[in-house]
């Protein structure tokens, strides 16, 4: 079993800046990846972003590229979602999730999830 403990969400204005923390543990040398998801009211779980164990290999979806950063401490078994210039839209409950394969971008494939912590950016 992967435990996953999420921290840092909030209330943001427009245009500012948040960081996300995950903090895994628990039988985690298995995991290929970590992944940031998010969930709007009434909407989808999306994708955000995913890294990979080691932390080179980095993938955003396009609604997030230039303005999100992930990354990961190996030595604290961390990983961290850095946004900036939040807009409205980005608002939602962000999920972080543990796969044994690296890097997918599908619900599915992630098999161990954090709560949730709410993100909300105000106009």
């Known amino acids: 079993q992967v435990q996953l403990v999420e921290s840092g969400g909030g209330l943001v204005q427009a245009g500012g800046s948040l960081r996300l923390s995950c903090a895994a543990s628990?039988?985690?040398?298995?995991?290929?990846?970590m992944g940031w998801f998010r969930q709007a009211p009434g909407k989808e779980r999306e994708f955000v972003a995913t890294v990979s164990w080691a932390g080179t290999y980095k993938y955003y979806t396009d609604s997030v590229k230039g303005r999100f950063s992930i990354s990961r401490d190996n030595a604290k078994n961390t990983v961290y979602l850095q946004m900036n210039s939040l807009k409205p839209e980005d608002a939602a409950v962000y999920y972080c999730a543990v796969s044994s394969i690296c890097c997918p971008i599908t619900r599915g494939n992630y098999n161990y999830w954090g709560q949730g912590t709410q993100v909300t950016v105000s106009s």
């Open positions: 628990g039988r985690t040398f298995s995991a290929g990846a």
